[in-house]
């Protein structure tokens, strides 16, 4: 469970709220699977401007439309991955993956390259930060509040780090996206007092920050 915190006039109301099961597709049969297997949100790359491109298949451009009418008939989220390093090479299709992204009412981009933040500001795009922006700290959180509601958190914050990250802003909503096997494994090595880096097996947990209010 998370808990949900919202001013109501002038009262700050706690309500527990069910975790978001948020699942990586590369195609459409791997988009039914997540459909079938309770997802309530997926995200997905189109062409070379995602992490995953190389590991798995990627959608393209022409089909975003129906990869997010999917989505909304089975009501879920869709959100696109722009997360990779943006080349000037890279900006027209970007752009055009962006237009195409509005007009299919894609839910919100993943990214954290510059360009890619100030283009969904000009298109009224909701953004997540992504976690390769390495938020490991509240300056970097209130600065990323600016543009987005969303930010992942740096995988290699240990779970003190982040419920002090937490506890520095008003009004807050985690969501955390890792198996219980993973906590588990966390919690062990963080009891060791071994430093968790980015070639700890164990690195990856990628914690969702809303900021309501800083």
């Known amino acids: 469970m998370v808990y949900v915190f919202q001013r109501e006039q002038n009262l700050v109301i706690m309500r527990k709220k069910q975790i978001e099961l948020l699942a990586p597709v590369g195609s459409f049969d791997s988009l039914q699977a ?4 309770g997802a309530d949100a997926i995200y997905f790359g189109v062409e070379q401007l995602n992490m995953r491109t190389r ?3 990627s959608f393209y451009l022409s089909d975003i439309k129906e990869v997010s009418g999917i989505c909304k008939r089975n009501g879920i989220k869709a959100y696109i991955t722009l997360n ?3 080349y000037e090479h890279d900006m027209q299709l970007l752009q055009m993956i962006l237009k195409e992204a509005k007009k299919a009412k894609i839910d919100a981009v993943i990214a954290a390259d510059f360009a890619v ?3 969904c500001s000009q298109h009224g795009i909701p953004l997540h930060i992504s976690t390769q922006a390495n938020v490991s700290n509240i300056e ?3 600065f990323f509040s600016r543009f987005a509601d969303v930010i992942v958190l740096a995988r290699e914050l240990t779970l003190k780090q982040v419920k002090e990250i937490a506890d520095a802003v008003s009004y807050t909503h985690l969501r955390a996206h ?4 993973d906590l588990v494994c966390r919690l062990l090595l963080e009891k060791k007092n ?4 980015s070639t700890s097996p164990y690195s990856y ?4 920050y809303y900021s309501v209010h800083t």
């Open 34 to 37: 997540a459909i079938k297997g």
């Open 194 to 197: 071994k430093k968790i880096n």
């Open 178 to 181: 890792e198996t219980v096997l």
């Open 84 to 86: 990779t390093v943006m």
């Open 117 to 119: 933040i100030e283009y």
């Open 205 to 208: 947990i990628s914690i969702q």
């Open 55 to 57: 590991s798995a298949q």
């Open 140 to 142: 970097s959180v209130k």
